[in-house]
């Protein structure tokens, strides 16, 4: 036997099989395929969020292959901060540990997910809704109307690392027109009192007193809900490294105020955040305890020695 299986490779694949977390799209139909979901429903719902919020939508298109779509719901779920190191499916460089609960993204994910109103539709349902998808389209940016507004059209590693500098472009625009007219559109909702309370809070940050700076993170908190665009233009002027950690922690507490397990900042519309933990009934003889991790009885962990043994 020419191939070796080392005891980190045996590990991992034992701990993948035994723990699975994932972000399966409704789109798979392996809930029911008699039933298939609400996507007409979800869509709606979406929409309604759109004006409510006065926010832009990012309809992400799942591809009817169920490789590419596996492939990208395993990018999806890295982007939205949800992932087991020591699982096959999301293998990273990260210490083993407990599972994260959906929304440990990272900071800049975070802010761009406050920011608009995310859905997934695959390709068919997509179409039927919108005439303007095209058949390469991965990624439809939706303005404050519900309408199709731009698209990213579909390429290798499209959400892969580089996926939040295009979603950020989608979203705002090259030169920030798009960030700026969500902007515009926020502030004539919030009214001219709480309009001046934004800009003062803003302006706090950059105070030469902590007293100040603290205040005006509370404030912001209190109005980001209605303000995302404004908190997100000034990511955009390249503030100093304190405003910009200020900055993380107002989204941050806004991601994380959301729900997990439902549609909402932390779960895009069309998907559904399922842990499994199988029953392995670990322990041998008259044990049989249900610990969810991989056992091998002793015959096979004696091959696995001699198998990986190097010769004396």
Not at 115 to 130: D, G, N
Not at 246 to 255: C, P, S, T, Y
């Amino acid at each position: 036997m020419n191939a070796t299986l080392t005891r980190r490779t045996f590990l991992r694949q034992g701990a993948a099989a035994a723990a699975i977390l994932g972000l399966p799209f409704l789109a798979s139909g392996a809930e029911n395929e008699k039933s298939p979901p609400p996507w007409a429903e979800l869509l709606e719902q979406a929409n309604e969020r759109i004006k409510r919020e006065i926010k832009p939508g990012i309809v992400i298109i799942v591809p009817a292959s169920k490789d590419d779509a596996r492939n990208l719901e395993n990018d999806l779920a890295r982007f939205i901060g949800g992932h087991r190191p020591e699982c096959g499916l999301f293998p990273t460089k990260e210490l083993h540990g407990e599972s994260p609960l959906v929304g440990s993204a990272d900071a800049r994910h975070q802010a761009l997910l406050c920011q608009a109103v995310f859905v997934c539709l695959p390709a068919a349902e997509a179409r039927k809704a919108y005439s303007e998808v095209k058949a390469d389209t991965a990624v439809l940016l939706l303005g404050l109307d519900g309408k199709p507004a731009a698209a990213l059209a579909a390429q290798p590693d499209l959400f892969g690392k580089g996926f939040r500098d295009k979603l950020t472009d989608l979203l705002h625009g090259k030169k920030g027109e798009r960030l700026e007219a969500t902007m515009e559109a926020q502030r004539q909702a919030l009214g001219k009192d709480r309009c001046d309370r934004l800009d003062t809070a803003l302006q706090g940050l950059n105070s030469n007193e902590f007293a100040v700076r603290q205040t005006a993170v509370q404030h912001l908190e209190e109005l980001a809900p209605h303000a995302t665009a404004s908190l997100a233009a000034v990511y955009r002027t390249r503030p100093p490294l304190e405003v910009t950690r200020r900055l993380d922690q107002i989204f941050g507490m806004l991601f994380a105020a959301a729900s997990g397990d439902k549609s909402s900042l932390r779960l895009p519309y069309g998907t559904h955040w399922v842990k499994q933990t199988a029953h392995c009934g670990g322990g041998f003889g008259d044990q049989a305890e249900r610990c969810g991790l991989s056992a091998t009885p002793p015959p096979t962990r004696l091959f696995l020695r001699i198998l990986t043994e190097k010769p004396k």
